[in-house]
């Protein structure tokens, strides 16, 4: 096949999507059938707007140096395609003369290349359409990790570190709420930051189990009574027995996204109300309430050297699987052995639109915490060189006055 190739981003940002942008980029830039390569600005947006950077005249230096930034360096987007968008969009990419569509971002992403496969198909058209894997939520189906999780989960984890040793400075009730709608990895990497049994997060709720306002209640006054302070991880998606986000009960109107979901970041109400119903039912005067927010995505000061690279690879793998292969689908990544990673095709069919969320053997039976068997999964793809927190020996001298 010969022709033109596009790349583009969508979705939320991350601290490593531009190192697929760029494996994605240099591996084309290897095959003499490739002409040109384009990167559409703002994402698929950018496609039908016909917004194309051409990245074949960008230096490899610089595109090495763009790798290793976070944030999406060609814009993204939210639009959610449709047919008659995604039809739109190979229209475009049939009049560009483009060959091999690749697509980095999460499950709409890969629907989308789906749907616009599906069409090229449907008209004769050569196109070979390839989803990059990207979400900090971790919830594509078919792969052990997606990239841009384990940095964000670096983040997560060194700073509930800090909130812990923050708390047992002065103490009192913390309650930190992070991203995550249906799938609560994010969340759980909280724990990872633990050195003592005694350290926080001390309960951690995610939109895998239902949440039971009298329950959390319980949960923290005997953590308090035990430790004489809590420290609480939440994920912004949890809900109660009938499905229905605890955020919702704050107000008769909210904001939704282009994909028909209730905005959950950027609020904070969720943490206002929890603080609140701490307050309001215990008594308890120390409580304060934290959205993490945008932080998780670019945090650019603790990004996982392991994501950094496998997000290299899966653009790479992409435009091999595309160009060599001759192939549709989206690119996964099935780990081996103790750690190491192979990466797989998987069918847009199986990918697109889909949601994982986190297996049973990851949470605890009260539904309050996370397994040892997480921990395990985790600490591998967060990276070398990860701080720890150290305590001094409680050696007490006698009393002289007040013995």
């Excluded at 005067?285 to 945008?294: A, E």
Aim: hydrophobic share 35%.
């Amino acid at each position: 096949m010969f022709g033109k190739v596009v790349v583009a981003q969508g979705g939320g940002p991350t601290a490593t999507i531009n190192e697929s942008l760029v494996g994605a980029v240099l591996e084309s830039r290897k095959f003499s059938n490739i002409e040109r390569v384009y990167g559409a600005y703002h994402g698929v947006r950018g496609i039908v707007d016909e917004e194309f950077l051409d990245l074949t005249q960008e230096t490899t230096h610089n595109l090495e140096a763009v790798g290793m930034t976070p944030s999406s360096a060609l814009g993204s987007t939210r639009d959610k395609p449709d047919y008659e968008y995604c039809k739109e969009i190979f229209r475009v990419l049939k009049a560009h003369e483009v060959g091999y569509f690749f697509y980095i971002g999460g499950n709409d992403s890969s629907d989308t290349c789906r749907i616009v496969a599906e069409e090229a198909r449907k008209a004769d058209y050569p196109l070979r359409c390839v989803h990059i894997p990207k979400t900090i939520d971790n919830d594509l189906v078919g792969s052990d990790h997606s990239p841009g999780f384990p940095s964000a989960a670096r983040f997560v984890s060194q700073a509930f570190m800090g909130v812990n040793l923050d708390n047992a400075a002065l103490t009192g009730v913390y309650i930190g709420v992070v991203m995550g709608r249906h799938a609560g990895f994010l969340t759980a990497a909280s724990t990872l930051g633990k050195k003592f049994p005694e350290d926080g997060p001390h309960l951690i709720y995610m939109p895998e189990r239902h949440f039971d306002e009298d329950k959390f209640l319980d949960d923290v006054k005997k953590t308090q009574e035990k430790y004489g302070r809590c420290v609480v991880a939440v994920s912004e998606g949890i809900a109660d027995k009938d499905g229905t986000p605890i955020v919702t009960k704050l107000a008769s109107e909210q904001e939704k996204d282009a994909h028909g979901n209730v905005q959950l970041s950027g609020t904070g109400a969720l943490a206002d109300l929890l603080v609140d119903a701490v307050k309001n039912n215990l008594g308890y005067k120390r409580v304060r309430g934290d959205t993490f927010g945008y932080l998780q995505r670019s945090f650019a000061g603790c990004v996982s050297d392991v994501d950094q690279r496998e997000a290299r690879e899966v653009g790479e793998k992409a435009v091999q699987y595309a160009v060599w292969g001759d192939q549709n689908g989206s690119v996964a990544i099935e780990r081996t052995g103790f750690y190491s990673v192979e990466y797989n095709l998987l069918n847009l069919d199986y990918v697109g639109g889909q949601t994982r969320v986190m297996p049973d053997e990851f949470i605890n039976a009260e539904g309050n915490d996370v397994t040892d068997a997480f921990r395990m999964y985790l600490r591998p793809l967060v990276g070398s060189s990860m701080p720890e927190a150290y305590r001094l020996r409680l050696n007490h001298v006698p009393k002289v006055l007040k013995g």
